[in-house]
């Protein structure tokens, strides 16, 4: 294997930085110490091969370093990182198989080749399209959105999240930073991914994301709790938290147990426990491990009185006192609905034993330090907002919180290099909706408000969205709940005027646009990104394009330079003409001047990335050490069990039928619950990710569809009371929708509920039986969102499984 550059470790980085400033006292060039071998970006090894380094850009929370064998101007294969110091285990740090892969993807049958438009007189979704110029496209996009800003005014423009190309430094900026310079546009808050735990949970708990500690701050012996978190799965590959994760269990015999209604890989593959529950009762098992703690005598309540609000009479705030409003009120059955929530009668919700519960109750009390923390899974259903309160709060019972080997309850924390993003400049409009309730802000426009959809810095929308862009994302007909709802939505001109859709393939989603551009893979354009979301590892990926751009496709920066000189801001736009690899080099050059230390850019280029180790914090937190000098940015200046800011909210917003907003976090099954299932639907549906995909990106490519396929997870038993052995096509049907697919009969999910992955593309004829072929688990789900965030819901699915015949 060739060795070609250096990868940075701790030790190599700050012996590197001395040596650094020698050079330059004595006026010698720096590069020598990075200083790449003979094989290196644009060095050819005599067969007309180079080596172009690269990495991964999908959202999986990676940057994978790829190594790209590339030959007369076709990729013929491609390597992880396998050049880097030893030190740092570079070897075992790779990418994993969708980034290596990438080969057939870029490839594709799939790939957007010349811009499109919709063939007039059809409809959305009937996909006819006809080939155009791009001249005719960027006339027609720069002609719409100035005909509908002066008809409705900036607010009616949105631009959609971008996904599919995260880690570099352009994703959608270029039109934000376009949009800012002709009048702004509406913007969202929140994401699909974390919206209860970010806007729902957060706030109201710790202000700020407060006391999050990466995995590698798990001391030796340590006890980990994890709910609904399954990094092995999603963000297995060496720049992510699975690799992470396997570190320190093996390193420092970390012992591992997980919460899941799911099997995952970290329990199949890497040792943990799995302690299976049913989906959405988190709460309720918090709830019952509270109250052995309480009845035993096991909180800490030195620290909750010091520390927090809410959790006892003593630590209420003054104005909510003598009312029975605090968390050991409700757990231990003096509170609002005097049910005392023993194990046993969290035994009964979440199905796990309850002398199961008792004993987690005990090891969680008994370790020091212990590490509690929570994935994704648990806050996308319709309680979420609550769940991941709920979570925090177990830490806080003991005292596990601000310290060294601890965390908040929350996520795992992460950090990077501080590499900035292209600017985007001023938004002159401040108002932010919700992101999961786009559609709703096409369909119902001036009817959403601050208090019955969560919008910001105004009493409500003006009007709809009428000018949507979706750049890199594939959220229109595949990523967002309800697809029927939603495409019904978009197919109606008379809402949404004007839809683009950027992307590097024809994805499910482009069937609903106007317009269907033709982007450069990340892989194909100049791009630099940080390392990915490992708290301790921070870094610099420099990706070149590998050949030249084939066939139409022009990258989003350079495509909205047209546009901006349509509107007459090109030079506002591009501040005098800089191209996006100058923009590359200018970004990494600001970050030089607080890290003098790093790489020069040409230096990196030939490097193709660098990585380097920083020691994880053993500090304990500030707010710990004296928390009237250093108060957290909540209401209180406290840890909040109890929020003021949710008991006004209780007061004065208008919620969905089956939603509760609480001070408190306590248990309720939320909209379609595990307690709402029925004789027609008698399954709870969950979609999970898996390895195959990084939510939509990739579920195309046959390589990795071959061997991580969409199928119905269903336990024995079920499969058995419903006729249905392995590999049996099946139809997966809820009040939103169906979808065919095949069975994966498995103890790896409990009784009573179904998984299965999500990410496939919708194949469906909308005119039709909207039977979807292609398998995408939102033609299931609902638009019923999470009462205090509005995020997502899409876990809270009843449904039913049938075997098809013939």
């Known amino acids: 294997m060739p060795t070609d550059r250096t990868t940075l470790t701790r030790r190599t980085f700050v012996a590197s930085t001395g040596a650094l400033g020698a050079l330059a006292a004595c006026g010698t060039a720096a590069s020598a110490l990075y200083a790449p071998t003979s094989r290196a970006f644009g060095d050819e090894s005599g067969d007309g091969e180079s080596i172009v380094w690269t990495h991964c850009h999908v959202n999986c929370g990676g940057a994978c370093v790829l190594q790209c064998h590339v030959q007369d101007g076709e990729l013929k294969y491609v390597e992880s990182d396998n050049t880097g110091d030893a030190s740092f285990g570079a070897v075992e740090a790779r990418a994993c198989l969708r980034g290596r892969s990438i080969r057939p993807w870029l490839g594709s049958a799939d790939r957007l080749n010349y811009p499109m438009k919709r063939v007039e007189g059809t409809k959305r979704g009937d996909g006819q399209y006809e080939r155009i110029s791009w001249d005719e496209a960027l006339d027609t996009i720069a002609s719409e959105f100035k005909r509908i800003t002066e008809k409705y005014g900036n607010e009616s423009v949105f631009i959609q999240e971008c996904s599919g190309v995260e880690q570099n430094i352009m994703m959608n900026n270029p039109f934000f930073r376009l949009f800012n310079l002709l009048g702004g546009e ?56 699975g690799y992470d994760l396997n570190v320190v269990r093996e390193t420092k015999n970390a012992r591992v147990i997980v919460i899941d209604p799911r099997r995952n890989e970290t329990c199949t593959n890497q040792g943990a426990e799995w302690i299976p529950i049913v989906p959405g009762t988190d709460a309720a098992l918090v709830a019952g491990i509270a109250h052995e703690l309480i009845s035993q005598d096991l909180v800490d309540l030195d620290f909750l009185h010091t520390y927090c609000v809410g959790f006892d009479e003593e630590s209420m705030p003054e104005d909510a006192r003598g009312k029975h409003l605090s968390y050991r009120d409700y757990i231990m059955g003096t509170g609002y609905d005097q049910v005392e929530k023993t194990p046993a009668w969290a035994a009964s919700i979440t199905k796990i034993p309850a002398e199961r519960i008792v004993k987690l109750a005990h090891e969680i009390a008994e370790s020091d330090p212990c590490y509690i923390c929570q994935g994704l899974g648990p806050q996308r259903h319709t309680n979420g907002d609550n769940a991941a309160r709920a979570i925090m709060v177990l830490p806080q019972l003991v005292g596990q919180v601000g310290k060294p080997g601890t965390t908040s309850g929350g996520t795992i924390g992460n950090d990077d290099i501080g590499l900035s993003s292209l600017p985007t400049g001023d938004n002159p409009i401040k108002t932010k909706f919700p992101n999961f309730l786009w559609p709703e802000a096409i369909r119902d426009g001036a009817k959403l408000t601050a208090t019955n959809a969560g919008i910001l810095n105004a009493d409500g929308l003006k009007v709809g969205i009428k000018f949507l862009v979706n750049y890199g994302n594939n959220m229109m007909a595949n990523q967002n709940a309800d697809i029927g709802f939603t495409t ?39 791009s630099l990104t940080a390392a990915g979301e490992s708290n301790d590892v921070e870094g610099i990926r420099f990706g070149q394009p590998l050949y030249e751009p084939k066939f139409e496709r022009r990258e989003v920066y350079e495509v909205c330079g047209e546009l901006a000189r349509r509107l007459g801001v090109y030079d506002e736009y591009s501040e005098g003409g800089m191209t996006r690899e100058d923009w590359c080099r200018k970004l990494y050059d600001e970050l030089r001047e ?38 957290l940015e909540t209401a209180t200046g406290k840890i909040q069990i109890y929020s003021p800011e949710l008991a006004e909210l209780t007061e004065t917003w208008k919620l969905q039928d089956g939603d509760v907003i609480s001070p408190i976090p306590v248990y309720y099954p939320g909209f379609d619950g595990p307690d709402a299932v029925t004789d027609e639907f008698p ?59 095949t069975a994966k009969v498995t103890n790896r999910v409990i009784p009573g509920v179904i998984m299965y992955p999500q990410g496939a593309w919708h194949d469906a004829d909308m005119q039709g039986d909207r039977v979807d072929h292609g398998g995408c688990s939102n033609t299931l789900t609902s638009r019923h969102c999470c009462p205090v965030s509005k995020g997502t819901g899409q876990h809270s699915v009843i449904g039913t499984i049938e075997k098809v015949e013939g």
């Open 594 to 631: 607080d890290k003098p230390e790093l790489p020069t850019y040409d230096e990196g280029v030939k490097m193709g990335a660098f990585t380097y180790d920083i020691e994880p914090s053993t500090e304990v937190d500030d707010f710990i050490l004296d928390p009237v000098a250093n108060p």
């Open 488 to 526: 019904d939505i978009l197919r109606d001109e008379s809402l949404c005027e004007f839809i683009l859709q950027y992307d590097v393939a024809w994805t499910a989603s482009c069937n609903w646009a106007d317009i269907v551009l033709p982007d450069l893979a990340p892989q194909e354009t100049y």
């Open 186 to 241: 509406v913007t969202r808050y929140g994401s699909y991914s974390s919206a209860a735990i970010s806007f729902g949970a957060v706030p109201y708990t710790y202000g700020t994301s407060w006391g999050n500690r990466s995995l590698k701050t798990i001391q030796e012996g340590e006890l980990v709790v994890l709910f609904g978190f399954a990094p092995n799965d999603m963000r297995m590959a060496g720049d992510g938290p």
């Open 683 to 741: 399954f709870q549906i969950v979609d999970f990710h898996h390895k195959g995909t990084t939510h939509s990106t990739y579920a195309a490519n046959e390589v990795l569809h071959r061997l991580s396929p969409f199928q119905a997870w269903i336990n024995p038993i079920d499969a058995e009371r419903q006729g249905i052995a392995d590999l049996d096509p099946v139809r997966l049907v809820s009040a939103q929708g169906e979808i065919r697919t």
